[in-house]
């Protein structure tokens, strides 16, 4: 009966092979194990003294949102807490989606523009943009449309693709790559000594075939969407601005078509008249900056519901750098104010973008202070920045609100946003796709 029973002698190969298999099995179970373990995902309970409805402006008190995995699956005065789940407790706070920044330049920073896209390397300007966007996520922005690289190219796409795949810290990302713009136009090395040859902060495109051109390599290199420049540069006079435009809305719709090709849209920096008028009639996305409308380009916005985004942040800034900044922007900026009176009684939709880059990342929350404070009120603009951002970020129904099914983008406030706009600079609590990224340094 042992003789029946005794196991063969193995060859050197087959013991390999036996090793081998049972490596292999062993290893497959492990995966399996750790596969099981992320299917359920440990459910997370916030808890807030308040939670606001950006879409009624309605006060839960308290407030609770349960999140298992990457999204929200309940919000309300008490959802369920499912065993085993993780609270975490904000105390006196408010729950909020997370803010949206739909202008910013991840790839500058404050000093001299011209010169940090000339003396900086392309690298050493990816590594400090990986920075802002932390500081970005940190200071409660979830989402964000970076508007150009500023020379840097499709770097943009690097970042964006190592925050996806959580290789880094920062929003979720819509990016375009380089800005497009004419020879000699706003973002051209104009001033500097053309036997330089500088180059250009954005991609030469001077006819609608170029521009289709610039727009299918953006693409190919990871843009999301086109940023275009359709006016520049600006002066006052006589207490108007005035400002050249670049482009036809001819050459406008061919960007907008193309881009429409593979689902992306078209942003322009647009200041003034008669530029805004082509850009609207051309249907991009959005006008950025803003800062003249003309009625008829009001009229066509509201019946595209193209948004403004108007960037007091970044006119505040420069103003008080220096006496020479204040002398140059206090007149464009009150031009601004006087204009941004007259969009918010026509009726225009508005999207928050800062313009962040030029002065530092982290601290863009101010924009939602100046639209308050220059006529709109908060609930409004948080509809703006959340509602409307998320919309124009291409991600409505998905971020923006505190809802079921959306992804958990979460932060928390000291006090009522809706009594004191100035409390979104101070976000104590930051939640992205279901992860914590900031607790309450008293819960730490």
């Not at 519901?305 to 750098?321: D, G, R, W």
């Not at 983008?409 to 609590?429: K, N, Q, R, W, Y």
């Amino acid at each position: 009966m042992a003789n029946v029973c005794k196991r063969p002698a193995l060859s050197a190969s087959e013991k390999a092979n036996w090793v081998l298999g049972w490596t292999l099995a062993l290893t497959l179970a492990g995966c399996s194990q750790l596969f099981a373990q992320q299917a359920t995902p440990r459910p997370i309970v916030l808890h807030a003294a308040h939670l606001l409805e950006i879409d009624t402006g309605r006060v839960i008190t308290p407030g609770e949102v349960l999140v298992l995995g990457e999204r929200i699956t309940a919000v309300g005065v008490a959802v369920s807490h499912p065993a085993g789940a993780q609270m975490i407790d904000l105390g006196d706070t408010t729950l909020l989606p997370g803010l949206i920044d739909a202008h910013i330049h991840l790839f500058l920073h404050p000093g001299a523009e011209d010169l940090q896209t000339v003396e900086e390397s392309v690298p050493q300007r990816t590594v400090l943009a990986i920075l802002a966007a932390k500081d970005d996520l940190m200071a409660g922005f979830t989402a964000e449309r970076d508007m150009g690289t500023e020379g840097a190219g499709s770097a943009d796409t690097a970042v964006r693709n190592a925050i996806n795949k959580g290789l880094i810290a920062g929003p979720r990302l819509r990016i375009s790559g380089n800005a497009i713009d004419i020879l000699g136009g706003h973002e051209d090395a104009n001033r500097f000594n053309p036997a330089q040859q500088v180059l250009s902060n954005a991609t030469y495109a001077n006819s609608a075939d170029e521009i289709v051109t610039a727009v299918r390599q953006q693409h190919k290199e990871g843009s999301d969407f086109v940023k275009m420049y359709e006016t520049g540069a600006d002066s006052m006079r006589d207490g108007v601005l005035h400002t050249p435009y670049q482009y036809t809305v001819a050459q406008l719709k061919a960007a907008v078509d193309e881009t429409a090709r593979f689902g992306g849209n078209v942003a322009v920096h647009a200041t003034g008249e008669p530029g805004c008028l082509y850009a609207a009639q051309a249907g991009v996305a959005s006008i950025d900056h803003a800062t003249q409308l003309s009625d008829e380009t009001m009229r066509i916005m509201k019946a595209k519901n193209i948004p403004a985004v108007p960037t007091f942040a970044i006119f505040e800034y420069f103003m008080n750098q220096s006496e020479a900044g204040a002398k140059r922007e206090r007149p464009m900026l009150e031009y601004k104010i006087k204009e941004f009176k007259r969009q918010i009684a026509a009726g225009i939709p508005f999207a928050v973008g800062s313009d962040v880059g030029p002065f530092p990342h982290g601290t863009q929350a101010r924009e939602l202070e100046l639209m308050v404070k220059y006529g709109m009120k908060p609930l409004a603009v948080l509809q703006a920045d959340m509602i409307n951002g998320a919309r124009l970020l291409g991600w409505a129904g998905q971020i923006g609100e505190l809802k079921p099914g959306y992804f958990a983008d979460v932060i928390a406030v000291p006090g009522s946003p809706l009594e004191d706009i100035t409390v979104v600079e101070h976000v104590a609590f930051v939640m992205k796709g279901g992860v914590v990224v900031r607790l309450p340094a008293d819960s730490r």
